[in-house]
Structure formats: C-alpha cells, structure tokens
C-alpha cells in the first residue's frame, strides 16, 4: 500500500487499486489495473467504465463523487469499496480476459462518443445551410451522415438533392 496526502494505492502481484481525492474540484475516483509487465506502462481503468460495462450504473451516470470536506470522505470511501468488491470481484483476482473486455468497453464508448460528436456537428451545419437555403451543401452534409438521419432529416436531404 501507497499512501500520499490526497492518494491511495493497493497492490497485489497482479493489480493495483488507486483512490483518488482532489481537495480543489472534490472529485473522489477509484481505478483499477493490471500491473504492467516489464517495460510496459500501466493502465488505469476507472471503476465507473467498469460499472457502466456491467450495467451497474446508467450509461450517461458516472460523474465522480464531488466531496469538498475531507472530514466528509469517509462514506463515500466506504460506498466506493463496497462497490469494488460487488462489481470489481474478476477485476481485482487479475482475470486479464475480464480487463481485455474492460478495454473493449471503453474503446467502444470512446468511439461512440466521437462518432455523436460528429453527427452533431454535421447536423449544426446543415441546419445553418438549410436555413442559407445552400442545398448543395445540405445534400453534401447530410450524404455524409445518411445511415443516422431522422426521417425529417431524410425529407431534407432529398428536398435538397432536388434542388
């Protein structure tokens, strides 16, 4: 065990476990990883990708604990560590299959995240083309997109490609 004045990390031959408090924005995290072999570096997984892979917790939920009073740390350490043992249990035996899929998860989260920021943006754009009535532009956009279009959105596009 590690301890320094705002971190904490647990170690065992296979894992380690980091809790962090940040006394400034009060965010309380807890990762997990595997050790790394030699001459690799280590990689943290927050236990609330982990929850969210085992649909322990709403996959829009996950923001960290905020707690601004050290003095106040103590329940949330304590719901923090049951959840570690309820959802984390293959996680801290070191089953590299269950931190493969862990890593699986949270690339697909990520992409998913790039990919709906893209269609945001694409979708910002053409509604401001649509609205400049530059149709050109509104088929090239929404062409772009065309597998994740709403059916209004489809009726603008093919409005669009007419004109």
Same mark, same amino acid.
């Given at each position: 065990?590690?301890?320094?004045?705002?971190?904490?990390?647990?170690?065992?031959?296979?894992?380690?476990?980091?809790?962090?408090?940040?006394?400034?924005?009060?965010?309380?995290?807890?990762?997990?990883?595997? +050790?790394?072999?030699?001459?690799?570096?280590?990689?943290?997984?927050?236990?609330?990708?982990?929850?969210?892979?085992?649909?322990?917790?709403?996959?829009?939920?996950?923001?960290?604990?905020?707690?601004?009073?050290?003095?106040?740390?103590?329940?949330?350490?304590?719901?923090?560590?049951?959840?570690?043992?309820?959802?984390?249990?293959?996680?801290?035996?070191?089953?590299?299959?269950?931190?493969?899929?862990?890593?699986?998860?949270?690339?697909?989260?990520?992409?998913?995240?790039?990919?709906?920021?893209?269609?945001?943006?694409?979708?910002?754009?053409?509604?401001?083309?649509?609205?400049?009535?530059?149709?050109?532009?509104?088929?090239?956009?929404?062409?772009?997109?065309?597998?994740?279009?709403?059916?209004?959105?489809?009726?603008?596009?093919?409005?669009?490609? +007419?004109?």
């Amino acid at each position: 065990m590690h301890c320094e004045s705002h971190s904490l990390r647990y170690e065992t031959p296979q894992v380690f476990v980091a809790i962090e408090w940040d006394p400034f924005s009060g965010e309380l995290n807890g990762y997990l990883g595997l +050790q790394p072999r030699s001459a690799q570096r280590a990689e943290a997984f927050s236990l609330n990708d982990l929850l969210r892979m085992e649909q322990a917790i709403k996959p829009s939920s996950g923001m960290p604990a905020q707690v601004v009073d050290e003095g106040r740390l103590e329940p949330f350490l304590e719901e923090l560590a049951t959840k570690m043992r309820t959802h984390a249990t293959p996680a801290l035996n070191g089953d590299r299959m269950y931190f493969r899929r862990l890593e699986t998860f949270r690339s697909a989260q990520s992409e998913a995240y790039m990919r709906e920021m893209q269609l945001r943006h694409v979708r910002s754009e053409a509604e401001k083309a649509w609205r400049e009535r530059n149709f050109r532009e509104v088929a090239r956009l929404y062409t772009s997109i065309e597998h994740d279009l709403s059916e209004s959105e489809k009726g603008k596009l093919a409005y669009a490609r +007419q004109h």
